[in-house]
């Protein structure tokens, strides 16, 4: 079995899409459908590209009338539920994209079809392109989906209006200024469903990025209510605690005073490139009474132009005991990843406590 995430789109899935769309299409020719999808170098195409060419070669076998392809898309999610194709299937997130790349022209006959089809797999990313054509309207429809009796259409509100969602088109609208979010943020913070409330949580990351006053301020004025929200603000607040902002800090009571980090040893001041970086480090509580500690490190990678940007990583966050002197190992990887591209050259490991530097180690990262 292939271990690549783009071969969820394979001739499996197409044979029974296929033949579901028989049920809903009359005359729909199975065959020629999924002929017309391989009738390319389809085994090359990467993950969003299979799904960029699904929703093309839909287009050519649903109905050309926007509002009746939109029908029957529904009428498939339909039968595939009737089948036992459960919700949250990612691999039919082309039907979401379908109606983004040619309904954009339709705002009400695309947010009927929305409300459908992200019950049975999300339309996080399809609905962006209307909040760029259709800011007004499309923010008030969000809104009300705030409210809706589905979670998947309430997790929606949030999620698709993310001003930096991962993998998706940026809202620079929202970046600039996140305020007219606030309802449903605040429409959503104590909603039943966890993974909607992580929605806005992750929400409230994206705007502590450009707007970090906001969330600063979300989070004064609600952490406490409830043990619910306090676990959203705490996961809102991420990049912030990654930060060293003093506010966050200081409201989770992570003070850098009366600690010390010693003896920060790497196995070795060289690591090849696939291998990983080992080391290790003793850190101190010097107070006479319990800390709480959050502990991280940092790897400043070499970028291109010669200069360290850092990411840092969490190690834990605990109580550190009167006196206590707590032994850490760890070891960073630095196999090969899609999402980062390695420079051969000087690196550098900085051990940070409570938001604070505590010590840092040069080592030079090389080829094999």
């Known amino acids: 079995m292939s271990e690549l995430f783009k071969d969820i789109y394979n001739r499996e899935l197409y044979a029974a899409f296929a033949s579901t769309c028989c049920e809903v299409i009359e005359n729909f020719d199975q065959s020629a459908f999924v002929d017309e999808i391989y009738d390319c170098d389809f085994e ?26 939109a029908e029957q898309i529904i009428a498939i999610i339909d039968c595939l539920e009737a089948r036992g194709v459960s919700e949250k299937s990612v691999e039919y997130m082309f039907l979401p994209h379908f109606i983004e790349q040619y309904g954009l022209d339709d705002f ?19 609905v962006r ?45 929202f970046k600039d200024d996140p305020a007219p979010l606030l309802p449903i943020l605040e429409n ?18 994206d705007i502590s990025k450009d707007n970090k006053c906001f969330v600063i301020d979300y989070a004064l004025n609600h952490l406490g209510e409830s043990q619910a929200t306090d676990k959203l603000i705490k996961h809102a607040c991420r990049t912030l605690l990654k930060q060293g902002e ?44 319990t800390r709480k500690v959050r502990i991280e490190y940092a790897i400043h990678y070499l970028k291109k132009n010669g200069s360290l940007s850092p990411k840092v990583f969490k190690i834990s966050e605990r109580d550190l005991a009167a006196n206590q002197h707590l032994s850490i190992s760890r070891a960073q990887s ?6 980062r591209v390695y420079h051969v050259g000087g690196h550098r490991l900085s051990i940070i406590v409570n938001g604070k530097c505590f010590a840092n180690h040069d080592f030079e990262l090389t080829s094999k």
């Not at 009400?108 to 399809?126: H, Y």
Request: overall charge negative.
């Open 334 to 339: 630095f196999k090969l990843i899609s999402t």
């Open 188 to 205: 959503l913070r104590n909603d039943s469903c966890e993974v909607v409330r992580r929605s806005v949580a992750n929400n409230l990351n």
């Open 108 to 126: 009400a006959v695309s947010i009927t079809a929305f409300e459908r089809i992200t019950q049975f797999t999300s339309c996080e990313f399809a």
């Open 246 to 289: 003093p506010q966050i800090l200081s409201l989770y009571g992570l003070s850098s005073e009366d600690l010390s980090v010693e003896d920060l040893v790497l196995e070795c001041d060289a690591v090849h490139v696939g291998d990983s970086l080992k080391f290790d480090f003793v850190l101190k509580n010097l107070a006479q009474s």
């Open 129 to 173: 392109p209307f909040l760029i054509r259709y800011p007004d309207k499309m923010l008030a429809q969000m809104i009300v989906w705030s409210q809706h009796q589905h979670a998947s259409v309430r997790r929606l509100a949030s999620e698709g209006a993310r001003p930096r969602l991962p993998w998706a088109t940026a809202l620079p609208s």
């Open 44 to 69: 090359q195409l990467e993950l969003k590209e299979r799904m960029y060419r699904t929703s093309a070669v839909m287009h050519d076998f649903l109905s050309a009338d926007f509002a009746q392809a």
